[in-house]
């Protein structure tokens, strides 16, 4: 089944800086969407980018989709040490109900 | 208002007892999800019912079994226990419309983290 990559796996950087991470996709999608998950928690909705979409901002949040290379990218400016958390990218592919998951990107951010 | 609740938290069991995770969302969703996260953080779908309806069965062994009594609820069994079951399940819900094929974002509950010994 059609599984996002995120890359890096992890990223540690200071405060203000700005997050780069990219997701890596097989096959066409319907949508792609980020989501961020604090230690112990459950994952939180940060955007949804459907697949005629190339850019969408929420924030300090910012999500680029390029279907021709089957893929996508989230960066956060200005990072903040509440930042820090995994960042996943789920998809799901045309004709298939199944969303799926990456592994995520672990961001670190250093006060 | 907690929109997606799962009951226990945590749950420590031996090998091959049968325990049951439970999950509620009000959120008026008519999509609901079981994940399932491994150690190194890989989240994989399990199950998905659209108005009590089974609608995704991933590739899960059959001790373990889905139970929507309305679509409210999904709630997931597990029977004879083993170690590789160790992790943290998380049920979502979302409010697609499976028939339209658009798929919205999906509201994910805390998590039960499973520990068998």
């Known amino acids: 089944s059609q599984q996002g990559e995120e890359d890096p796996q992890a990223l540690s950087i200071q405060e203000g800086e700005n997050a780069t991470m990219n997701c890596s996709y097989k096959t066409s999608i319907n949508n792609l969407q980020w989501y961020r998950q604090n230690s112990g928690r459950g994952l939180v909705h940060l955007i949804l980018i459907r697949s005629n979409e190339r850019e969408k901002h929420s924030g300090r949040l910012r999500v680029t989709l390029d279907t021709s290379k089957k893929s996508s990218s989230l960066l956060i400016t200005a990072s903040r040490a509440a930042d820090t958390a995994s960042y996943f990218c789920?998809?799901?592919?045309?004709?298939?109900?199944?969303?799926?998951f990456g592994r995520g990107t672990s961001l670190i951010v250093h006060p | 208002d907690t929109a997606v609740s799962q009951t226990p938290k945590y749950l420590v069991t031996q090998m091959g007892n049968d325990k049951s995770i439970k999950c509620e969302q009000n959120l008026g969703h008519d999509t609901m999800y079981w994940y399932k996260q491994d150690s190194k953080k890989f989240l994989k779908i399990m199950f998905s019912?659209?108005?009590?309806?089974?609608?995704i069965n991933e590739t899960v062994p059959n001790r373990f079994s889905p139970k929507s009594p309305d679509k409210a609820h999904l709630n997931l069994h597990i029977n004879s226990l083993e170690l590789g079951d160790s992790a943290v399940y998380f049920c979502a819900s979302s409010q697609d419309n499976i028939y339209r094929r658009t798929y919205n974002e999906q509201f994910f509950g805390p998590g039960t983290r499973l520990t068998v010994l």
């Open positions: 789920a998809t799901d592919a045309w004709g298939s109900y199944i969303p799926t």
């Open positions: 019912y659209n108005n009590k309806e089974l609608i």
